[in-house]
């Protein structure tokens, strides 16, 4: 990519677009540091805490790596070291840009840290935020997402599947609608691009109805609605595209 800055400091490793930062300060992954300056806007709640902040009235989050499952719990936060190029935080990077530069609707990746120790490393991330969105499940239960809205969603997913980006958890939290109601898709960690293929395609729109099931209110707008994601879907897509 064209706007990019790749260094090395000892350990650590970082990724930064110069557009919206440069040069890149340590600090800008450090929450209390980030506190400390009167920058931090608010914070996410959940497991996968995030960091809202502005820095130079560009709006940011900033999101730590933690592991999931078993594992979680004797190593929360740490990965095994395999190349700077193969580390969570420097693959979605990659693929933010990579999908910016194809006018896809994810977040603009701004910079990215890993700090190797040993055989392992820690990562960070920082994004630029979408204004004024809001997630897909909170839209539908306040009422702000009509059917035109499921419709729009399908055509965005069809539009990452026709540019072969796989979203490793599409869920309704990791889909926000903006002002003008337009979907973006975010939390590209662990996504990655493959060759299309109906099969991981469908996959990736079943793992979406799921999520959307495990809410009685959720699941029953989508049983009236999900056709016309599927609608949407269809029209961005070729017909081999969805079973």
């Not at 806007?41 to 709006?59: C, I, K, Y």
């Not at 603009?108 to 991330?125: E, F, I, N």
Request: glycine share 6%; aromatic share 10%; hydrophobic share 40%.
């Amino acid at each position: 990519m064209d706007h990019q800055v790749v260094q090395q400091h000892g350990s650590v490793h970082s990724i930064h677009d110069p557009r919206y930062v440069d040069p890149l300060p340590e600090w800008l992954f450090d929450p209390e540091a980030l506190a400390r300056r009167g920058l931090i806007d608010g914070t996410s709640v959940g497991r996968n805490q995030a960091w809202f902040f502005r820095l130079a009235d560009e709006p940011l989050v900033l999101r730590h790596y933690w592991r999931g499952g078993i594992v979680a719990r004797l190593s929360p936060d740490v990965y095994v070291w395999t190349g700077r190029e193969r580390t969570r935080a420097f693959r979605e990077w990659r693929l933010l840009a990579h999908l910016r530069s194809r006018d896809l609707p994810v977040p603009a990746p701004v910079a990215a840290r890993v700090r190797r120790r040993g055989t392992g490393y820690r990562a960070d991330l920082v994004t630029a935020t979408i204004p004024e969105a809001r997630p897909f499940d909170e839209c539908l239960r306040t009422g702000r997402a009509d059917g035109e809205a499921w419709y729009r969603v399908g055509t965005v997913i069809a539009a990452c599947h026709s540019a072969g980006a796989w979203h490793a958890d599409l869920n309704v939290r990791n889909i926000l609608l903006d002002a003008a109601g337009t979907p973006w898709i975010i939390d590209w960690d662990r996504g990655r691009l493959r060759r299309s293929s109906p099969r991981w395609q469908t996959a990736n729109l079943e793992r979406l109805r799921r999520s959307l099931a495990k809410d009685p209110t959720l699941d029953a707008l989508a049983q009236t609605h999900w056709q016309q994601l599927l609608a949407g879907y269809q029209a961005g897509s070729t017909p081999s595209r969805i079973r």
